[in-house]
């Protein structure tokens, strides 16, 4: 547990005492400041080097994993300075950098991680690096298996007039196959949100359903779907509908279908538009409308280079794909969105793989074969684990990859001991991997491998400054839960003495008046408290709450997080604004007992 319940005072300051000069009025070119010799006197490859200076982090946060902070005790005024004064933070390594950090754009840490012990440093391409825009591209998703269900599963036309509502499902939630539910839990299993289809079950159905078991649910595969990236929330949210839609229309829906079958369907057309081509040819079309533009990404790449560290990159994607995405974030843009695929994003990684087939990549006993691709056709030359073969025949393509391969090297397929070996990595804790996949990218990588991981959460962005803004009434909800407690124990203490002690009938009709007043009382605080809790819960989403809680707990996707991410942050490219050598160190660890013995 790490939120404790009263206000804790902190500050962690790493600064020199002579701190840099803010962005100001400075404009500053990222390739020239980069390029500054002073920054890293390291070599490209030799013994890391300790940054200039260090980062100054000061934060509140009334959430998870964070320390809240007294409105006495803390400097706040420059929450969201940054972006207020239409400023961008500064890359760490220009000569502005070093600055204090918004808090939405700050990275958070479950477990020690010093930076100088990471020799590699890994990025998935999918919503890491390439950030997509979901008003259009999940619009596109959506669509694209609606048309799957329609023409190829033999859904009803009636489908086709659907419409998709991106911010209704968030990640995090589990769907109930077999019923037809989506469920949102904390981090002991426990339903606290659900939903059959779009309508709203009573608590009488949740604890009937979920809740009167002699044995617990597991709420895995195959009775359950986890919806854990934001790719499946255009999946989740077809669901739902699907659901509404075979209760109030069951003849439309093909005979035998229930509502594991349908969910089966969703998938078996998500993957008929992944396999055609259909998404892919769209955003290759215009990566512009479905890509968001992060200008941050080659800083941040170079920054890690020139610091000495190895950079690859490990995407599902294939070459095709990965090549267009990466040309789009790492080259020019141009005004139709369009840049030229002439490789250059290649000088800013050591290896790159593509079609890795996470998490089996993870596994080193995965017999996949590591093939290496030739950039400009695409071709796929065997190798022996990463060793170039002779080819047989036409030799003209190897030579052109000699050529090409002085510096990056593209791969296809293989596992995580071709990728260790590729990089001379000697232990897997020298690797930090950034991914969005709560189970493809951080579990796996985590609990096989051991690597050092970082979790990218968009959501995060608008969470957090939503939980500084409403800091105040979440302390007042813990106050009306404190009062109703304190109502409750004067009603149990009362009841007892009306029960086992011997009281005369004055005092008993004066003690159960007072009895009736307090429950009165209790009542009035209960509604106010879950009125309140409520409102609060529906300012972060008006169906699901609060991404990290339900309730007072945290939620499973938190639990997730805390147990397998040791960084967490809402962009990669939050990474630019520390230094590459930084020792990120967790907040203390509360339990309940010590909340109101430790000094706060």
């Not at 609990?447 to 995060?460: A, D, Q, S, Y």
Request: glycine share 6%; with cysteine.
């Amino acid at each position: 547990m790490r939120v404790p319940r009263k206000p804790v005072a902190f500050c962690l300051s790493l600064f020199p005492p002579l701190l840099p000069r803010g962005c100001g009025s400075r404009a500053w070119s990222g390739s020239r400041c980069l390029s500054r010799p002073a920054r890293f006197p390291g070599r490209r490859r030799g013994i890391l080097t300790l940054g200039a200076c260090q980062l100054h982090a000061s934060y509140s946060m009334d959430g998870i994993r964070a320390t809240a902070v007294d409105d006495r005790t803390l400097d706040c005024s420059w929450m969201g300075s940054f972006e207020n004064n239409g400023l961008k933070p500064c890359i760490w390594s220009s000569p502005e950098g070093g600055q204090k950090i918004d808090i939405a754009k700050q990275i958070f840490c479950n477990r020690s991680l010093n930076m100088r012990n990471i020799v590699a440093v890994g990025f998935d391409m999918d919503y890491t690096l390439a950030q997509y825009k979901p008003d259009t591209f999940e619009s596109l998703a959506y669509e694209g298996t609606i048309k799957k269900l329609v023409y190829d599963l033999g859904y009803p036309k009636e489908l086709l007039e659907w419409s998709f509502d991106w911010k209704y499902m968030v990640r995090g939630l589990v769907l109930d196959k077999k019923r037809g539910n989506i469920l949102k839990m904390d981090r002991h299993k426990y339903v606290k949100v659900a939903y059959h289809g779009f309508r709203e079950l009573t608590k009488e159905e949740k604890v009937s359903t979920y809740g009167n078991t002699l044995i617990r649910d597991s709420f895995d595969e195959p009775d359950y779907a986890l919806i854990d990236t934001l790719f499946s929330l255009a999946e989740a949210y077809l669901f739902a509908q699907l659901v509404d839609f075979k209760d109030k229309n069951p003849g439309k829906i093909p005979d035998g279908t229930n509502y594991a079958r349908m969910y089966k369907d969703v998938r078996a057309a998500v993957d008929l538009c992944h396999r055609d081509g259909t998404l892919k040819q769209m955003v290759a079309k215009d990566p512009k409308r479905y890509i968001n533009e992060d200008t941050t990404i080659v800083p941040l790449l170079k920054m890690l280079r020139d610091s000495g560290r190895a950079t690859f990159l490990a995407t599902n994607s294939l070459w095709d794909y990965t090549n267009i995405v990466m040309t789009y974030l790492c080259g020019p843009h141009k005004s139709g969105g369009n840049s030229s695929c002439n490789f250059d994003w290649l000088q800013y990684f050591d290896v790159v793989i593509t079609g890795s087939a996470k998490p089996g990549f993870f596994h080193e006993d995965n017999r996949a074969n590591l093939f290496e691709v030739e950039p400009e056709s695409g071709m796929l030359l065997n190798t022996d684990n990463g060793t170039p073969m002779p080819q047989v025949g036409d030799t003209s393509p190897r030579l052109m990859l000699q050529q090409s391969n002085k510096g990056c090297r593209v791969f296809q397929g293989g596992n995580v001991g071709h990728l260790h070996k590729l990089l001379s990595i000697e232990s897997s804790s020298q690797v930090l991997y950034v991914g969005d996949h709560i189970y493809g990218d951080i579990l796996r990588s985590k609990k096989v491998l051991g690597w050092r991981t970082m979790l990218v959460v968009p959501e995060l962005e608008r969470e957090v400054k939503l939980l500084w803004e409403l800091r105040d009434s979440r302390k007042q909800l813990r106050l009306m839960r404190n009062e109703r407690d304190h109502i409750e124990d004067k009603i149990h203490h009362l009841k007892w003495s009306l029960k086992f002690e011997n009281v005369n009938p004055d005092e008993k009709q004066e003690l159960s008046s007072e009895v009736e007043e307090l429950e009165s009382q209790r009542d009035q605080v209960r509604l106010s408290h879950q009125l309140a809790q409520r409102d609060c819960h529906h300012k972060f989403h008006k169906v699901w709450g609060q991404l990290m809680k339900t309730g007072y707990q945290n939620s499973r996707f938190a639990h997730q997080v805390e147990r397998f991410a040791c960084l967490y942050t809402s962009q990669v490219s939050n990474l630019s604004l520390y230094s590459p050598d930084k020792y990120y160190r967790p907040s203390e660890d509360f339990m309940p007992h010590e909340f109101d013995i430790l000094p706060l």
